[in-house]
């Protein structure tokens, strides 16, 4: 299989190393140019990036995938794209909209990884959210990319037990034992993270090779029971604690659910 990554957050660093230890490295990963970060606001590569420069794997970074004028050199992402062939396009965290003349240069179109349930939790945060919600019902969802926000057909989907018993590789136990669920049971993002990388890569290799010879088809999704989730603000964390009366029941466990989602 031939295939294009695109990626730019640590879950997407997570889904390529799972990827990896199913020997499927993807021939380009497409991510985003360096961004300031820390106190000093100094250019900072993506954790994709690096991933890719530490991997020897051929990357590409757009600051645009429509407007070639804003990239550097003017560098046209469809026709930079275009240059080879692929069966398709894998997508995991990108952060930015993919456009119909990219998502539809593979032969077998381009497939995205969401961490969800589909249609619950459509949009850029779904870890976080749920966790944020105290959702019980959480998992992944391997869909066809389409012009909406999440909105394409569904290949597959696959639920997660809150909290997950300890992930087996191998016959061993997952790297990190507080997969367990930790304090309240509640995981936190990180660790909620790994597990969705694992499951979600594991989905995939079951139904690749059907997709890729019409074996398998995508589904609708029930548009009347969406649920969506924004960008993540510095607000978003702010708890709001009197250590003269610590709370108590409902408001603890929100302020629990914080913590592990902001980790």
């Keep these: 299989m031939k295939y294009a990554f695109f990626g730019s957050s640590q879950f997407s660093v997570l889904v390529l190393e799972e990827l990896k230890n199913n020997n499927l490295l993807p021939g380009l990963i497409v991510t985003v140019p360096d961004k300031p970060a820390g106190r000093k606001l100094i250019l900072t590569p993506n954790p994709t990036k690096k991933w890719a420069t530490h991997n020897k794997i051929k990357f590409v970074e757009f600051k645009s995938l429509k407007n070639p004028a804003i990239n550097e050199g003017g560098a046209d992402a469809v026709q930079i794209l275009s240059k080879e062939e692929w069966d398709v396009f894998l997508v995991a965290s990108y952060g930015k909209i993919i456009p119909s003349p990219i998502f539809n240069i593979p032969k077998h179109k381009t ?79 990180p660790e909620l993270e790994k597990i969705m990388a694992y499951e979600s890569v594991k989905l995939l290799v079951e139904v690749i090779d059907k997709w890729l010879v019409g074996k398998i088809e995508a589904k609708p999704q029930d548009n009347s029971r969406a649920t969506t989730c924004g960008k993540i603000e510095k607000e978003d964390g702010f708890l709001d604690i009197n250590m003269q009366s610590l709370p108590t029941g409902r408001q603890a466990r929100k302020n629990l659910l914080k913590i592990k989602a902001f980790a």
């Design 111 to 189: 497939l995205n990884i969401h961490p969800s349930l589909l249609p619950k939790y459509r949009g850029a945060s779904p870890i976080i959210s749920q966790i944020l919600n105290d959702e019980q019902e959480i998992g992944t969802s391997i869909m066809v990319i389409d012009e909406g926000m999440d909105t394409g057909p569904v290949i597959v989907q696959k639920r997660i037990t809150s909290p997950p018993t300890p992930l087996q590789r191998k016959g061993e136990e997952f790297e990190n034992p507080s997969l367990r669920g930790g304090q309240g049971g509640v995981l936190s993002a």
